[in-house]
C-alpha cells in the first residue's frame, strides 16, 4: 500500500470527493475524484477557490501527516485481520476477540486525532468564507449519505 493512499481519506478529500459536483467533469460519472479523475486536493482548491499560495499551504500541510497516516493505516489493516483471525478460531476466548477488537479502536482512534489536528491546520489556512463553504459541501455530503446505506431498510 502506497502512503500516499491515504491522503484519499482526509475529511477534506472524503467530503468533496462525494459531493454531487465532484461527480461531474472529474472522472466517471458519480465516482469524482479519486476514481480516474482530478486530485482530491485539486478539487478542494477548485470548490474553495484557494490562492496558489493557500494550495501550497494545503499541500504541505497533507505531506505532512502522510507519513503517520501511512504506518497507521498499515497497521490498523493488520489489526483487523487479527480480528477477523481472531473471530474465526474457535479456540479463542470472548476476551480475545474483545482484546483484538479494542487494538482496531485504538488505531481508528489515532488516525481520528491525526485527521483532527490536520484538520486545524488546513482550517487555519482558509479564509472565514472558505471555512463557511467547507462547512456546506460537509452538509451536502451528510444529507446525501444519510439513512440506511442502499436505501434497504439498513441490512
Same mark, same amino acid.
Given at each position: 500500500m502506497?502512503?500516499?493512499t491515504a491522503l484519499w481519506a482526509t475529511p477534506l478529500? @472524503? $467530503?468533496? &470527493?462525494?459531493?454531487? $459536483? #465532484? &461527480?461531474?467533469?472529474?472522472?466517471?460519472?458519480?465516482?469524482g475524484p479519486g476514481h480516474g479523475g482530478m486530485d482530491p486536493i485539486l478539487h478542494m482548491?477548485? !470548490? @474553495? /477557490?484557494l490562492s496558489d499560495a493557500q494550495l501550497a499551504q494545503v499541500k504541505a500541510i497533507t505531506t505532512k501527516h502522510e507519513e503517520a497516516f501511512g %504506518?497507521?493505516? !498499515?497497521?490498523?489493516?493488520? #489489526?483487523?485481520?487479527? +480480528?477477523?483471525?481472531?473471530?474465526? /478460531? +474457535?479456540a479463542?476466548?470472548?476476551?480475545?476477540v474483545r482484546?483484538?477488537?479494542a487494538s482496531v479502536?485504538? *488505531? !481508528? &482512534? %489515532?488516525?481520528? +486525532?491525526?485527521?483532527h489536528r490536520m484538520a486545524i491546520e488546513i482550517s487555519a489556512v @482558509?479564509?472565514? /468564507? %472558505?471555512? $463557511?463553504?467547507?462547512?456546506? *459541501?460537509?452538509?451536502?455530503?451528510?444529507e446525501r449519505h444519510a439513512g440506511p446505506p442502499g436505501g434497504r431498510g439498513g441490512f
Open positions: 502506497r502512503i500516499r478529500a @472524503l $467530503a468533496l &470527493s462525494t459531493l454531487p $459536483a #465532484a &461527480s461531474q467533469g472529474f472522472g466517471p460519472p458519480g465516482h482548491a477548485k !470548490e @474553495l /477557490d %504506518q497507521t493505516m !498499515e497497521r490498523t489493516h493488520e #489489526a483487523r485481520a487479527a +480480528v477477523q483471525r481472531t473471530i474465526h /478460531d +474457535v479463542a476466548t470472548e476476551a480475545q482484546e483484538a477488537a479502536a485504538l *488505531l !481508528e &482512534s %489515532q488516525t481520528a +486525532v491525526e485527521h @482558509l479564509t472565514a /468564507d %472558505q471555512r $463557511a463553504k467547507l462547512a456546506e *459541501l460537509f452538509a451536502t455530503m451528510k
